[in-house]
């Protein structure tokens, strides 16, 4: 009877596997393209946003870039799933902890707009931009009662969740979740620079995003909250930060080539 259930749990998770680790490489050839449009940001192009919907724009634009776009926004859709599983069945490495459940919630809920903007972009042709879609949504806000409040809280979390992957990189706490009994030694000294350097990126770029939709709310401002392209360009028209462009668009290619290895070595 044992062997019976423990087959059928084993064969319910096979197709999470296959969800996460697709929605994995979804999410890292994101990051990698992003990671480039900031290093083409940093040399002075002003030639595509670098955000999420900015690098799958700049993706159509090649020979066959449009079906590989399908394939990302169907990645990130099994990405937004697999992390409702997550938080309606535990995740892996943490047991039954609410705080990693509601985690994966919120980075399904997430990963869920993306995908959805994705398929938006792929069926109606749409060239809006996503840091103009951002404005305009924090404008709308602000015009309601409270509104100024409710924009500047979300941005206190994004600044707050900014800082928890910095401290994550540096701490190496995502290497619990990986098989690192599956690498050589030396693939795991290589994957372990790639997750320490990249989600610091990551989170250093999502803490900056974050800070301007609080300046955004104190200033009355919409334009400012333009999100990761916004962050990124801040930068970029900074003087005495420009070479901080430089360091945040190489670890978020780093952290595009670790997604990979994740995608990989995930234990799911």
Request: net charge positive; charged share 15%; aromatic share 10%.
């Given at each position: 009877?044992?062997?019976?259930?423990?087959?059928?749990?084993?064969?319910?998770?096979?197709?999470?596997?296959?969800?996460?680790?697709?929605?994995?490489?979804?999410?890292?050839?994101?990051?990698?393209?992003?990671?480039?449009?900031?290093?083409?940001?940093?040399?002075?192009?002003?030639?595509?946003?670098?955000?999420?919907?900015?690098?799958?724009?700049?993706?159509?634009?090649?020979?066959?870039?449009?079906?590989?776009?399908?394939?990302?926004?169907?990645?990130?859709?099994?990405?937004a799933l697999w992390r409702f599983s997550e938080a309606a069945f535990g995740v892996v490495g943490e047991g039954n902890?609410?705080?990693?459940?509601?985690?994966?919630?919120?980075?399904?809920?997430?990963?869920?707009?993306?995908?959805?903007?994705?398929?938006?972009?792929?069926?109606?042709?749409?060239?809006?931009?996503?840091?103009?879609?951002?404005?305009?949504?924090?404008?709308?806000?602000?015009?309601?009662?409270?509104?100024?409040?409710?924009?500047?809280?979300?941005?206190?979390?994004?600044?707050?969740?900014?800082?928890?992957?910095?401290?994550?990189?540096?701490?190496?706490?995502?290497?619990?979740?990986?098989?690192?009994?599956?690498?050589?030694?030396?693939?795991?000294?290589?994957?372990?620079?790639?997750?320490?350097?990249?989600?610091?990126?990551?989170?250093?770029?999502?803490?900056?995003?974050?800070?301007?939709?609080?300046?955004?709310?104190?200033?009355?401002?919409?334009?400012?909250?333009?999100?990761?392209?916004?962050?990124?360009?801040?930068?970029?028209?900074?003087?005495?930060?420009?070479?901080?462009?430089?360091?945040?668009?190489?670890?978020?290619?780093?952290?595009?080539?670790?997604?990979?290895?994740?995608?990989?070595?995930?234990?799911?």
């Open positions: 009877m044992t062997a019976t259930l423990t087959a059928r749990g084993a064969a319910r998770s096979d197709p999470m596997k296959r969800l996460a680790r697709l929605g994995l490489a979804a999410r890292a050839a994101i990051y990698l393209l992003i990671g480039i449009l900031a290093i083409a940001l940093a040399l002075g192009s002003p030639r595509g946003e670098a955000d999420q919907r900015g690098a799958l724009q700049a993706l159509t634009r090649h020979t066959g870039g449009t079906a590989l776009v399908w394939v990302i926004a169907v990645g990130l859709a099994a990405y902890k609410a705080v990693p459940r509601l985690q994966s919630f919120a980075r399904g809920v997430i990963y869920t707009f993306f995908a959805v903007s994705a398929f938006t972009l792929l069926l109606q042709n749409s060239s809006s931009s996503q840091a103009g879609q951002q404005a305009e949504f924090t404008a709308k806000t602000m015009r309601h009662t409270g509104g100024r409040w409710a924009v500047g809280i979300v941005g206190a979390v994004v600044v707050i969740c900014g800082l928890v992957l910095v401290w994550q990189g540096l701490t190496r706490s995502f290497e619990k979740y990986l098989n690192l009994g599956q690498m050589s030694p030396r693939t795991r000294r290589v994957v372990e620079f790639l997750g320490v350097f990249g989600t610091a990126a990551r989170g250093a770029v999502f803490a900056l995003a974050g800070a301007l939709v609080i300046v955004a709310a104190v200033q009355y401002d919409p334009r400012k909250a333009t999100g990761l392209d916004g962050a990124l360009r801040q930068l970029a028209d900074s003087s005495s930060w420009s070479w901080l462009l430089y360091l945040i668009a190489a670890g978020l290619v780093v952290f595009g080539i670790y997604g990979f290895a994740e995608a990989k070595w995930r234990r799911t």
